[in-house]
């Protein structure tokens, strides 16, 4: 009877490792004669790897609007704030390294030298400031570190939904699960192998954004060809709380004009099961929304009807934004 089970066990043990192996083979055959995605702007050398960048809207003396992404984010997000705006101001939208359509970096993923491949890639891309830096989520601190570096080139700052610099002790997240992280690696590893892409064209993308035109969210699918964008998140993450010291540091009241736009929206059937209260979680984050944009003496806030993406990836929304920059377009110019 033992030795029955044993053989039972050993059977499927190999059933098992053969499916494996399978599915690593398929995915590799993939990885290997897939062909290779083609983004919707280009690639530039900044010395030593790419990073892409779209722009849309025509260079003239006007500022341009640069967008920088949240934390693991990528610059189709933005398709309704850029084609909203092509027509009245040029817009700047990247990949930082390793996200999206960007090549892997061995430099540090620290707030500065982001911010200074971010300024090296729209020198060498043409683009002139003044600039109107917007950002999204995280995107929020690295604009706030790229105005510090390079003060005489921001024009404005427009918060997406940003960070504030005190959000980890104001408001009682709870710590990401220590098993999150291990995810990552083991889908990053999975992507080098070509199983994540195997999964995506079997059973599609989870990165969907709300909103957003097919023809942009298809081009997601290009992101998980091997596991570059989860390496590239994963080194990002090792600076976010270096990143947020730093944006504390440098956030300081000033005249610069500031524009915030903020959602209202939470998961608050997700927040109760963590045993937060819901509404008091969004007052929180109201008052520090309003306090970044209290920072300026032209400052304006708004709360959109929307959550944390579909604040800009819902077209609606989008198209409030885009009316605030270009009335903040016509203040500059004047």
Request: contains cysteine; neutral net charge.
């Amino acid at each position: 009877m033992i030795r029955m089970i044993l053989k039972i066990l050993k059977w499927i043990g190999l059933s098992i490792t053969s499916l494996l192996l399978l599915i690593i083979l398929v995915g590799l055959c993939f990885r290997l004669f897939r062909d290779k995605p083609q983004p919707p702007g280009k690639l530039v050398d900044i010395g030593g790897f790419k990073l892409h960048i779209n722009s849309t809207g025509k260079r003239n003396s006007k500022p341009t609007l640069v967008i920088e992404a949240g934390a693991g984010g990528h610059s189709e997000y933005y398709n309704w704030i850029a084609e909203g705006l092509s027509d009245s101001m040029r817009v700047v939208r990247y990949d930082r390294a390793g996200i999206g359509y960007s090549e892997l970096s061995d430099t540090p993923r620290d707030p500065e030298t982001v911010a200074r491949e971010l300024h090296a890639l729209l020198g060498r891309t043409g683009e002139s400031p003044p600039y109107i830096m917007a950002g999204h989520s995280h995107g929020g601190h690295y604009i706030r570190v790229f105005k510090q570096l390079y003060p005489n080139e921001v024009a404005a700052l427009v918060l997406l939904d940003s960070g504030h610099p005190d959000e980890r002790e104001r408001l009682p997240w709870p710590p990401s699960p220590s098993w999150l992280n291990s995810m990552y690696y083991t889908g990053a590893v999975l992507g080098d192998l070509g199983v994540l892409d195997l999964y995506v064209t079997l059973f599609g993308n989870i990165m969907l954004a709300p909103g957003l035109p097919k023809e942009v969210t298809d081009r997601y699918d290009d992101y998980f060809l091997d596991g570059k964008y989860l390496w590239g998140y994963l080194k990002e993450q090792e600076w976010h709380k270096s990143l947020e010291e730093m944006s504390k540091k440098v956030m300081v009241k000033d005249t610069l004009p500031i524009r915030v736009f903020a959602g209202t929206h939470l998961n608050e059937k997700a927040l109760r099961e963590m045993g937060l209260n819901p509404e008091k979680m969004r007052a929180n984050r109201q008052k520090m929304q309003e306090e970044m944009a209290a920072l300026s003496t032209n400052g304006k806030v708004f709360f959109l009807d929307g959550g944390h993406f579909t604040i800009f990836t819902k077209k609606e929304n989008a198209d409030i934004i885009c009316k605030e920059i270009i009335e903040l377009l016509g203040e500059l110019e004047h």
